[in-house]
């Protein structure tokens, strides 16, 4: 992923994290509002019951000063006895009053006043009324127009109005600065949620786009992939094509090689059949006519022909080998491969016996280790192997008893199988060049054409395998081969 | 009893040489039977098949085939010789090539080749398996071709 790619991705987190901070926002907003709104209706109810309360002492001052009036003019007794009953509920309203405006000290302090006044009011109309009841008739109170009375009730009135209006003041400027605070939180809840709807536009804006991006990108991928397998069964196809071609080469090399090589061999042997008749006349001649034989033909007949006859055999048996070897080679890269289950156990026990009679003579330890069982063609698996012990018992060093090691393990899909001995060693410059054909290292004491070891690395080729070689100059050699645990089938053609 | 006839070697190699070995061999085993050779195929099967003088027409033959041939392969000329209704069908044909390919020698046998031998390097081997076959040649009755 590059840089713009991992910033995009910050940016559209940084984007979803905004969403959700800006709901939390306008949630918080709209809880504040709804309990500011029940709060001003708290309000608004305390207040009225205020203003029922103060009504409601006004409509008894009023009933008191009926009963009153009733009473002073027409002298009944019921009118006494709704005065009695009213004059006593005042002070109970006063103080269901003074509880209601508990939390106002200016409306405490006109309660208070109310209380006092209303006291003064009730004295002066008890008075009224006792003097009446005694039958004084010129009193003061007696008259409907009593200045006393009439100041004292209006201040009851003026004093109840001052404190409804007050209320009324309150509650007002309570409900303006309440209004203010939900009109804000209603502003901050509107704005978070225009936000929010920003954001999430956008989030899901960008998540379509990024989706519609991902399964552009996932179609090409698959055409890529198509592509590219193509590509690899092109470029295969092309490979299976060279090597054909070139074993085709080298068999039709090889055996064209092989007809003028008879030839030379052929008359080679003529020449050789000839030689004989030849000192037979020399021997002749020798006996004879000593003189007319020269030591120039003695030396041609004697020693110069049969010791030629002799290179020209040599080096062409040498050439027919080589020959046979390639021939050999290209032969085992026509041939199908049939991949099986091949049990590398037996087959690697079978190999020491059919080698037992050497390793008797020689003395050598075997040791094979076991072997997991591999998907391959069974006959190329056994070259490989049986050249490499071979190889392993040939070059083993004369002064010390010969140890040979055979083990293999399983690593995830290959097979490595290893050959170690204690021989005489290979020297390391020579690791990869004793694969290659007619190639062979150190003293060469031993019997071989160097074809043994390239032919078994095209095998291990051909089984989609590698061989490599670890070892030091007098300290043994190490063959490893890695082979796919599972040979795929149909590989290579018998064309 | 059939009058013996003196049978014709046909011998179709391309290499002047082997050529020339063979016959030599042959010689040394003492066959004296006459041998015609021819280098390519096209002559090889017109004598065969077509000329007055050629096995078809004319007396038994035993063939000694190379399968290299510079304008044929060998295996045409003896699937020419042993098809179903060809005249040479029981004439022996020897197949001398260098091939010791499995593959190549079971065609051979397959098409009706009547024996098959690789030319060896080892020239000892060679000589010997040609003075043997000039032994062999001394002895076998070789059928009178179909001449209908």
Redesign the interface.
């Known amino acids: 992923m590059n840089t713009a790619q991992r910033q995009f991705n910050r940016a559209i987190f940084a984007a979803i994290a905004t969403g959700f901070f800006m709901l939390i926002i306008a949630a918080g907003a709209v809880v504040w509002a709804f309990q500011r709104t029940q709060d001003i209706g708290q309000r608004v109810t305390h207040s009225i019951e205020i203003e029922a309360a103060i009504a409601n002492l006004n409509r008894l001052d009023e009933r008191i000063e009926a009963a009153r009036r009733g009473f002073l003019l027409e002298g009944d007794k019921r009118f006494l006895r709704t005065f009695e009953v009213t004059a006593a509920e005042i002070p109970h309203k006063i103080n269901d009053m003074a509880k209601l405006t508990a939390d106002n000290p200016d409306q405490i302090r006109r309660v208070e006043q109310y209380r006092k006044l209303a006291k003064n009011y009730l004295d002066l109309v008890e008075k009224s009324i006792a003097n009446k009841r005694a039958g004084i008739t010129t009193v003061p109170g007696s008259s409907l127009l009593d200045k006393a009375d009439i100041a004292v009730s209006q201040q009851l009135r003026d004093l109840s109005d001052t404190m409804s209006s007050a209320e009324r003041d309150l509650l007002e400027k309570r409900t303006t600065r309440e209004h203010a605070g939900i009109l804000l939180s209603t502003s901050i809840g509107i704005v978070a949620a225009t936000i929010l709807l920003l954001v999430s536009f956008g989030t899901i804006w960008v998540v379509r786009r990024t989706l519609a991006a991902l399964s552009v990108a996932g179609e090409q991928l698959r055409l890529l992939n198509g592509d590219l397998e193509s590509a690899v069964a092109e470029r295969t196809a092309e490979l299976q094509r060279a090597n054909a071609e070139i074993q085709r080469f080298a068999y039709i090399v090889s055996h064209d090689l092989r007809s003028p090589l008879v030839n030379v061999m052929g008359f080679t042997s003529e020449l050789a059949a000839a030689i004989e008749p030849l000192s037979e006349l020399l021997e002749m001649a020798e006996e004879r006519i000593p003189d007319s034989v020269t030591d120039e033909a003695r030396y041609a007949v004697r020693e110069n022909l049969p010791e030629s006859v002799g290179f020209i055999r040599t080096s062409t048996e040498k050439m027919d080998r080589l020959i046979n070897a390639i021939l050999r080679l290209s032969r085992e890269g026509r041939r199908m491969l049939a991949p099986e289950a091949v049990d590398m156990n037996a087959l690697v026990t079978s190999i020491i016996d059919s080698l037992q009679h050497r390793v008797g003579e020689l003395g050598v330890t075997m040791k094979a280790e076991p072997l997991p069982t591999v998907i391959t063609d069974k006959l190329a698996i056994e070259q490989i192997l049986s050249n490499l012990i071979e190889n392993a018992i040939k070059y083993l060093k004369a002064d010390r008893p010969g140890t040979i090691i055979i083990r293999g393990q399983k690593e995830n899909s290959r097979v490595l199988i290893e050959v170690e001995d204690n021989g005489r060693g290979i020297d390391p410059k020579d690791h990869e060049r004793i694969f290659d054909l007619f190639r062979r290292s150190g003293t060469q004491d031993q019997p071989g054409e160097g074809i043994g070891l390239a032919h078994v690395r095209a095998l291990a080729h051909r089984l989609g395998g590698t061989i490599s070689c670890t070892s030091a100059l007098e300290n043994g050699a190490t063959f490893r081969l890695s082979l796919p645990k599972d040979l795929a089938p149909q590989q290579g053609s018998n064309t | 009893m059939r009058k013996p006839q003196t049978v014709n070697i046909v011998m179709i190699e391309d ?1 002047e ?2 050529a020339r ?1 063979i016959e ?1 061999n042959i010689r040394r085993a003492g066959v004296n039977n006459e041998i015609r050779h021819f280098m390519e195929g096209t002559a090889a099967l017109q004598y065969l098949f077509d000329s007055a003088d050629g096995p078809a027409k004319n007396g038994p033959a035993l063939v000694l085939l190379d399968l ?1 041939l510079p304008d044929m392969s060998g295996i045409d000329v003896l699937q020419r010789m042993k098809a179903p209704d060809s005249p040479l069908k029981r004439t022996p044909v020897v197949v001398l090539t ?2 010791d ?1 499995k593959v190549e020698i079971e065609r051979c046998y397959d098409l009706g080749a009547n024996v098959y031998i690789t ?6 081997t ?2 010997q398996a040609i003075r043997q076959l000039g032994l062999f040649l001394s002895v076998i009755q070789v059928p009178d071709t179909d001449v209908s």
């Open positions: 290499d040489g082997h070995l030599r290299n260098t091939t390919d030319k060896p390097v080892n020239y000892e060679f000589a």
